[in-house]
């Protein structure tokens, strides 16, 4: 028996997973994150569910949405996935924010706010599809946009807007939304979580860490937000069925896209459906480029506020042109 | 439009550029259909129906839109309020 051995091996135990993390971790906004993971959780497992019931066909798909929505558990299911969509990405965007006003995307942690904004284009994605395949008159809508826009792409447009195209799109769009999106939302996740737990939490603006908690309390937290949020959410689901219009009907556009998607639309009622892509790209591009913009250390720089209010003023856009699309009346765009 | 939150707009915008039908398998597929007039004219019904559930549907997503974004507004408005530094603290005795 080499005595040696034995003493320089590490023994796990569950306390080694409850190391000490800043006492701010309790703070809702340091919790977003995983709140919204959980949320991410809670959409596979009823995403997984409603497929039993789901058939990915253009003759099939509307039918048996409409089938399931004819129970009330099925309606409660099916409202309940397209609340915690919905949540998930409000939260995102909420998650977003904190790591903006607290310039969490400066020094070691620039890699990790690139994962961060790869699962954020992901979700957005996915509560596109999303929309897509339950293929009524606002899924189909939503995909002759998507054709659209894949047809402007040069060189890989055509061959991606032929794949997209034709009598299997249900299936392809179904097979995207639930397997390639979700499976590239968690090879993307691992380095977001193993980034951040190398980083540590990131600190307070202005504020040195000096208390610290247990791990275990900031989970805590995570799950009782997460328990009052989604149980809101599964609330609001019962109250408030999410529709599934008739349809699909060519030839004419009649629906608005999800509600966060609806800043799009403004500019697709401005400038054309051309255009519908542009306010996407150039905030990815942005968020890219902001910590190369704001790199410095110190939270009290010009940069830090031009770059913090110039983002509040942004939002602020944005949130006045959903409203303004939300009581405007629908127009069409498409096939002119 | 943008002053009048409580015009609520259930039309169907403007009018459709293109000819209305039932998006089916054999449309995508490029397959011609025939169909007797009796089975037009029931479409026709049917349509009329669809497009009367779908522009009720869209204005009755008005009222839970505005609030949605107010909500949206006011969290980050909280967030500002919460995490955004104040004024630099004055360092004083060196410490």
């Known amino acids: 028996m080499d005595n040696n051995e034995d003493t320089t091996e590490k023994k796990w135990s569950m306390k080694d997973f409850n190391y000490p993390v800043p006492a701010h971790a309790k703070q809702f906004g340091y919790a977003v994150g995983g709140v919204t993971f959980v949320g991410f959780i809670l959409?596979?497992?009823?995403?997984?569910?409603?497929?039993?019931?789901?058939?990915?066909?253009?003759?099939?798909?509307?039918?048996?949405?409409?089938?399931?929505?004819?129970?009330?558990?099925?309606?409660?299911?099916?409202?309940?996935?397209?609340?915690?969509?919905?949540?998930?990405?409000?939260?995102?965007?909420?998650?977003?924010?904190?790591i903006i006003f607290t310039g969490s995307y400066r020094g070691s942690r620039k890699s990790n706010w690139f994962f961060g904004i790869g699962l954020m284009i992901i979700a957005f994605a996915s509560l596109f599809t999303g929309t897509v395949v339950k293929w009524d008159q606002e899924g189909y809508e939503a995909y002759r946009h998507l054709v659209e826009q894949v047809d402007l792409l040069p060189i890989i447009g055509a061959p991606i807007s032929a794949s997209i195209q034709g009598a299997t799109v249900v299936m392809r769009m179904f097979v995207t939304h639930t397997l390639v999106l979700p499976l590239l939302f968690l090879l993307l996740l691992i380095p977001h979580l193993v980034l951040m737990k190398l980083n540590g939490l990131s600190p307070l603006p202005g504020k040195k860490v000096t208390k610290e908690i247990k791990l275990s309390i900031h989970i805590r937290r995570i799950f009782g937000w997460s328990f009052v949020i989604y149980g809101f959410i599964s609330y609001l689901a019962m109250q408030f069925p999410t529709v599934l219009y008739p349809g699909p009907y060519t030839g004419v556009e009649m629906t608005k896209p999800p509600w966060i998607l609806l800043v799009t639309y403004q500019f697709e009622n401005w400038f054309g459906v051309r255009y519908l892509s542009v306010v996407p790209l150039l905030m990815i591009v942005g968020l890219i480029l902001l910590p190369y913009i704001d790199s410095k250390k110190d939270d009290y720089s010009i940069t830090r506020k031009i770059v913090v209010w110039s983002y509040i003023v942004i939002m602020a856009i944005f949130i006045t042109m959903i409203i303004n699309i939300a009581i405007s009346p629908p127009v069409q765009h498409l096939g002119g | 439009m943008f002053f009048s939150p409580f015009v609520i707009m259930a039309q169907g915008g403007d009018e459709p550029k293109e000819k209305v039908e039932k998006v089916t398998e054999k449309m995508l597929t490029n397959q011609e259909q025939t169909q007797s007039d009796s089975l037009v004219q029931t479409e026709d019904k049917q349509i009329k129906k669809d497009f009367a559930e779908i522009n009720k549907a869209v204005g009755n997503r008005t009222v839970p839109t505005v609030i949605k974004a107010l909500s949206l507004a006011a969290l980050i408005a909280g967030l500002a309020f919460l995490y955004l530094p104040k004024k630099r603290k004055e360092v004083s005795n060196g410490q």
Do not use: C, Q, Y
Not at chain 1, 49 to 73: I, Q, R, Y
């Open chain 1, 43 to 98: 959409l596979i497992i009823t995403g997984i569910v409603m497929t039993f019931f789901f058939t990915p066909t253009v003759n099939k798909a509307h039918d048996s949405v409409l089938e399931l929505s004819s129970t009330s558990w099925g309606l409660w299911l099916r409202s309940f996935h397209r609340w915690l969509a919905e949540t998930v990405i409000f939260l995102i965007i909420l998650h977003l924010t904190r």
